[in-house]
């Protein structure tokens, strides 16, 4: 392991590989232990991280162990955060500073997993889905820490748009707001997470991982911080029917209401929710379109250090 701050730990296969120009990817930790059930969360983790070598890059899976952030994680910390679960904390920004004090273990969010994967030296990050503006947020004010993070983290988050759970027009104005550019890999109109369309349509389509290299390099060369986030919709065999997703959402967000859930609880609530009244089939999904990311983040990695 290699110690570049008292409070950051990169793997030596991460060290090593960002010492040599390699392509790195950086993952999450929170769809380990908050986002699927075990044993899948594990296997799935250990999955993608293999897509992600298959593809030529290294996989740098991102969590606070012990009080130190970890880039770059072990088989057997990986099954320590799946066979946990929900007992390991869930970290956004605001979370971080306190497990690194108190010597704490916890999961990354799409926020804290692009502060570290920056503070690392790592542009380029593969997740399910971002979290964003939740529905009802004009009276509950909910909205996701993600969001503010791609307002200023120099990272390229690779996701299938945002959550399905969420309100998606209000988190396409947000991100506007905040000059954050949406790109859809193929596809001009944003996907929906477990489907291929929402309707809604993206800032900007790139056919090639060559084009979002550049559009990173010229935002980022240009002194104009923040994120670039590319929504990769999720295979059409693997997709879900609309109609069936939004039916499933309903009832899951009517039954958090009713039993009071709110806040960081809200999203794996809903989630687990929504896997059980697809018959797991939003599980299976949600794993397809983890790995059609990493896939595609891999080659964005690459294209990124062959303008070096």
Do not use: W
């Given at each position: 392991m290699t110690t570049v701050h008292p409070m950051l730990t990169l793997s030596d296969e991460v060290a090593?590989?960002?010492?040599?120009?390699?392509?790195?990817?950086?993952?999450?930790?929170?769809?380990?232990?908050?986002?699927?059930?075990?044993?899948?969360?594990?296997?799935?983790?250990?999955?993608?991280?293999?897509?992600?070598?298959?593809?030529?890059?290294?996989?740098?899976?991102?969590a606070v162990l012990a009080g130190r952030a970890c880039v770059g994680l072990t088989?057997?910390?990986?099954?320590?955060?799946?066979?946990?679960?929900?007992?390991?904390?869930?970290?956004?920004?605001?979370?971080?500073?306190?497990a690194l004090a108190n010597a704490g273990n916890g999961a990354t969010t799409v926020a804290a997993t692009m502060?570290?994967?920056?503070?690392?030296?790592?542009?380029?990050?593969?997740?399910?889905?971002?979290?964003?503006?939740h529905r009802g947020a004009e009276q509950t004010f909910d909205v996701s820490a993600d969001l503010q993070e791609l307002?200023?983290?120099?990272?390229?988050?690779?996701?299938?748009?945002?959550?399905?759970i969420l309100d998606l027009p209000k988190t396409l104005e947000y991100l506007e707001t905040h000059g954050v550019p949406v790109?859809?890999?193929?596809?001009?109109?944003?996907?929906?997470?477990?489907?291929t369309s929402t309707g809604l349509g993206v800032d900007?389509?790139?056919?090639?991982?060559?084009?979002?290299?550049?559009?990173?390099?010229a935002k980022w060369d240009f002194g104009l911080h923040g994120g670039v986030l590319v929504a990769n919709?999720?295979?059409?065999?693997?997709?879900?029917?609309?109609?069936?997703?939004d039916a499933a959402i309903a009832q899951a967000i009517a039954e958090a209401h009713a039993q009071a859930i709110s806040g960081k609880e809200a999203t794996p609530f809903l989630l687990a929710?929504?896997?059980?009244?697809?018959?797991?089939?939003?599980?299976?999904?949600?794993?397809?379109?983890?790995?059609?990311?990493?896939?595609?983040?891999?080659?964005?990695?690459?294209?990124?250090q062959a303008q070096r």
């Open positions: 090593t590989a960002l010492a040599a120009g390699q392509p790195v990817v950086a993952l999450e930790s929170t769809i380990i232990s908050h986002g699927m059930p075990y044993p899948r969360n594990v296997e799935t983790a250990l999955a993608v991280e293999a897509t992600v070598r298959e593809e030529g890059a290294v996989p740098a899976t991102i088989p057997a910390q990986i099954s320590y955060l799946g066979k946990s679960g929900l007992a390991v904390p869930k970290l956004s920004r605001r979370d971080l500073p306190l502060i570290l994967a920056a503070r690392a030296g790592v542009e380029v990050f593969a997740t399910g889905g971002i979290g964003g503006v307002a200023q983290t120099n990272v390229a988050v690779i996701c299938a748009g945002a959550k399905a790109v859809g890999f193929g596809t001009d109109d944003l996907p929906g997470f477990y489907t900007f389509r790139a056919d090639s991982v060559a084009q979002i290299a550049e559009l990173m390099r919709p999720v295979p059409q065999d693997q997709a879900l029917d609309p109609n069936r997703v929710r929504v896997k059980d009244l697809t018959g797991g089939d939003s599980l299976e999904t949600n794993i397809a379109l983890i790995k059609n990311n990493a896939r595609l983040a891999a080659g964005i990695a690459a294209a990124r």
